[in-house]
């Protein structure tokens, strides 16, 4: 088979499994392959920096429920792809990842651009991410490429596959990887028996589609709610009576006897205690994904949801505790509007209603958490907390605008400096295409200044080492790429900021 022929029956194997989005990186390597998109009728997009384009195609993957493409060259440009496949792994988000490759006698002899590239990425590609490696042997384009279309895509309604839903049959080899293992005989919709007469609901991400059954279960089940961002039901009108309120630290006050979550692994500190100091709490899960999130417990499919509860009796001890401790803190952060999380209450209130806002990493999702408005404002919430990595965050975002609706990317500074690259892309979106960066510039890591285990290291070896702490701007970086009009950095006032959590931590 002809180099041509084998690249057009990769794109085609490609598309036959959903693709429509192709995001390459150029090389000699990978001619055969580019040659045959050029040549067709799919949507592609260029970049110079395959890590930025792995995130990208994460992205349009999760926005439009299909797997994308990416496209390499050899040597270490595959192994660029590693951090957003392992996010890929762990959100279940199909990814296609395609690899040119030098021929197999190369292997193992040092050659330039000859790594083991058969395998590289191990468990990431066993499950949500496809990896398919080809080798190109000289000379590379052999033979003409004129007037080549994806066929495979006539067979949908306007040429484009529906999208799957997330963690479902992504691939067709995937299906066992992506769901709980059930004993012989088992419905796997069966509905799961509940332990505890004062559980708690904590609700991780959600596809919308799995939200109206979450929303009927937890309103039958009365139980007190804690619900991420991610979820889509923070805000939720039909749930407000229910809703932990005042945060994370509420959760310690009430007297749970046993856990329920629902979706995917929460980012909260609370969760991880559920391995350390609350070990003694019944634990069940309610995914899509087969990921227990801790060393213990059971994840059932979200279809296994019993829908048929006892309701639980209400604790308005609790709920009026955690209404008051709401309203003490919204009091805070509006006098102090200059602090940290006063910024990101004041944000959410002015970001238009019904944006797809995405968080880049933990300090912008937990001060969201925290700080934002709870009132019903429409947002669609989106982040990658599959791996909780710091990569690609603004690659990712750029994936995930939705033209239908503004975009807006919160990150903070060190996060915006990792993938500082990511903007390449931003000539090639529609030109109309409503979107926004917007970065709290700290001037380092200061997550970091509140982990107990940190602050009994010297101050400054943190602020240096730790905190990575820096006087760097980014009104020169969004004139390097151009985007002054659409980049806003906000720089919280350091004395407020420490002042708010001091009056925050006050409240406990």
Known sequence: ????????????????????????CAGSRNAPLLAVLAGSDLR???????????FFA?????????????????????????????????????????????????????????????EIFGVYARGAVTHINVEFDEPLIDEEVVNWSAGVLAGWPGG?????????NILPSTTAARTRAEPAGEDASAPVALRGKRPLIILGGLDSTDRP???????????PIYAEPLSGLREDPALAHLVITAGERMIGRGDFDSVIRIGNVPTLRFWRDLDESRAHLPLISFSALPFTGCSRGEVHPLAALPLEVTPRDRDEAFFADDRERAASIAQILDGEQESELGMFRSLSKTIPQNARVYLGNSLPIREWDLAATRDPRGFEIAANRGA???????????????????????????????????????????AGMDWRIVIINNGGGRIFSRVPSLRKLD??????IIENAHAIRFDHWAAMWRIEDRV???????????????RYDALW
């Open 388 to 430: 909780n990595g710091i990569d690609g965050q603004i690659s990712t975002f750029f994936g995930q605008c939705d033209e239908s609706r503004a975009n807006v990317c919160v990150v903070g500074d060190l996060t915006a400096i990792y993938d500082s690259n990511a903007p390449w892309i931003v000539q090639q979106l529609d």
């Open 1 to 24: 088979m002809t180099n041509i022929a084998e690249a057009r029956r990769v794109i085609e194997q490609a598309c036959g499994l959903g693709a429509t989005d192709f995001c390459v």
């Open 44 to 54: 592609i997009y260029s970049f110079v920096d395959e890590r930025a384009a792995a």
């Open 213 to 223: 059954r979450v929303r009927e279960f937890a309103i039958k089940l009365n139980a």
């Open 58 to 118: 994460l992205g349009r993957a999760k926005l439009t429920g299909r797997p994308a493409a990416v496209v390499t060259t050899s040597g270490t440009a595959v192994a660029e792809l590693l951090p957003a496949a392992i996010e890929a792994h762990y959100s279940g988000t199909p990814l296609i990842l395609i690899t040119a490759d030098r021929p197999a006698r190369y292997r193992g002899t040092g050659a330039p651009q000859s790594i083991e590239q058969e």
């Open 488 to 502: 806003t950095e906000l720089r919280p006032d350091a004395e407020a900021s420490r002042r708010a959590w001091a």
């Open 160 to 168: 484009v596959p529906p999208p799957t839903r997330q963690a479902r």
């Open 459 to 464: 101050a400054s070896m943190r602020a240096r």
